[in-house]
């Protein structure tokens, strides 16, 4: 996959699911740009989404008609490059793998987009912290629908 000097995607070089499917429940986006042996995200998967074609070293892709959006693999990727996109409740939800201390549910964010960039203002909708995704805290993100392509991050106002 293509990306900045910087090391970051551009929206232009990431595949996304069609509105349909985003709309039905979350599902991974992987945005990996380390092309070095590595797949632990396929290994995570429990049903088969995810797949690196030929070379270890090539990107995983994900089949986001067979990913449930259980989460997994976030929390094993070792690059913190998977997310979860979802808009099945009527507004925006981002998922992150997060290795610093938990925000509160509820609280309000700066959310940040690949650069660092603030985009916009959001909340925290759920944190989870379970031995299953290898004790990287999952925290899903609330915002505008328009955003969800954009924002990988967030910033907290306290
Ligand atoms: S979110 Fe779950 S189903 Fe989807 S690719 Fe990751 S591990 Fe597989
Ligand atoms: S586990 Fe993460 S870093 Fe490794 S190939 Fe999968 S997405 Fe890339």
């Known amino acids: 996959m293509e990306y900045t000097k910087k090391g970051y995607f551009l ?3 990431i ?19 380390q092309n070095i042996p590595c797949n632990p995200c396929v290994e995570a998967c429990p049903f088969g989404a995810i797949t690196i074609e030929g070379n270890i070293n090539s990107s995983p892709e994900v089949n986001f008609e067979t990913c449930t959006g259980c989460g997994f693999c976030l ?3 070792p690059g913190l490059a998977i997310f979860l996109m979802d808009l099945s409740k009527g507004y925006g939800l981002v998922t992150i793998p997060y290795e610093l201390f938990p925000p509160d549910k509820g609280e309000p964010v700066d959310l940040l987009d690949r650069s660092g960039q603030k985009v916009g203002e ?8 379970l031995k ?4 990287t805290i ?3 993100l609330k915002m505008d629908e328009k955003l969800i392509k954009i924002v990988r991050g967030f910033r907290r106002k306290k």
């Open 11 to 13: 929206e232009k070089h």
């Open 15 to 33: 595949k996304f699911p069609s509105k349909k499917r985003l709309r039905e429940k979350p599902v991974a986006i992987i945005e990996c740009t």
């Open 75 to 77: 929390g094993i990727c």
């Open 122 to 129: 959001g909340t925290i909708e759920q944190i989870r912290n």
């Open 132 to 135: 299953k995704y290898d004790r």
């Open 138 to 140: 999952l925290v899903t």
